[in-house]
């Protein structure tokens, strides 16, 4: 199994800029998760869906941010537009929504620094 | 709501020495509990997990047993090596259909050669 697949796994863009990461979820999967990774504030969740339908987005910092997911295979998060304080660690993950075990599944990340 | 209150690090060993990271949670019904790992430059892998009361999980030599008494899930290896130097975290899963998981704040754990 390829696992989740991100792209581009580094992005550098200037203040302004709009920047579009990607996601593939493993094959099979209907949950789908965006988080976000920096020091000061750690691992937090932006938005997941479950079978393509946006559950909660409590977590998408502003207006900035959003996220969509076509089908079942691809999931884009954008940011337009971009803040220096954007810059972070941006990781996908899956997980196969059917019953108590939900383990998630995570993507090897987006560097993005936005100058 | 849901919690997860993990070990704050970092914590620092030397080779072969005992690891315990402690993990307690706050939850109704009964969750799933997970062990994550974070390598340097990598995401997270899930390391093990466990999904009623008593399970032991195990992985890789760590191990963590759901108890549901003291509401804990303590990670615990007896020998660390230096390749078990990341970022560890504690996370509790919905006991329902939600597919939300709830990640503790992670610890850091360096180890000495």
């Known amino acids: 199994d390829a696992g989740v697949i991100q792209s581009p796994r580094h992005e550098v863009t200037e203040m302004g800029q709009e920047v579009t990461l990607r996601c593939k979820p493993i094959?099979?999967?209907?949950?789908l998760f965006w988080y976000r990774q920096t020091m000061m504030r750690g691992l937090e969740l932006l938005i997941y869906?479950?079978?393509?339908?946006?559950?909660?987005d409590s977590g998408m910092p502003e207006d900035r941010f959003s996220a969509k997911m076509p089908n079942a295979s691809f999931s884009t998060l954008k940011i337009q537009p971009s803040e220096p304080r954007d810059s972070a660690v941006y990781f996908c993950a899956s997980s196969l929504l059917a019953g108590k075990v939900n383990e998630q599944y995570f993507g090897p990340g987006t560097r993005l620094t936005v100058t | 709501g849901n919690s997860v209150t993990q070990m704050e690090g970092p914590v620092t060993l030397s080779e072969e020495a005992f690891l315990t990271i402690n993990c307690t949670y706050t939850a109704t019904g009964y969750p799933s509990l997970f062990w994550y790992v974070q390598y340097p430059g990598e995401g997270l892998q899930l390391l093990l997990k466990?999904?009623?009361?008593?399970d032991k999980g195990s992985n890789k030599g760590f191990e963590a047993t759901y108890r549901k008494e003291t509401t804990s899930f303590h990670l615990e290896k007896g020998s660390v090596q230096v390749s078990d130097s990341a970022v560890y975290f504690c996370a509790l899963g919905g006991s329902s259909s939600a597919s939300k998981i709830i990640f503790g704040s992670g610890t850091r754990l360096s180890i000495r050669p």
């Open positions: 869906f479950n079978n393509n339908v946006p559950i909660d």
């Open positions: 466990a999904t009623k009361a008593d």
């Open positions: 094959s099979g999967h209907n949950s």
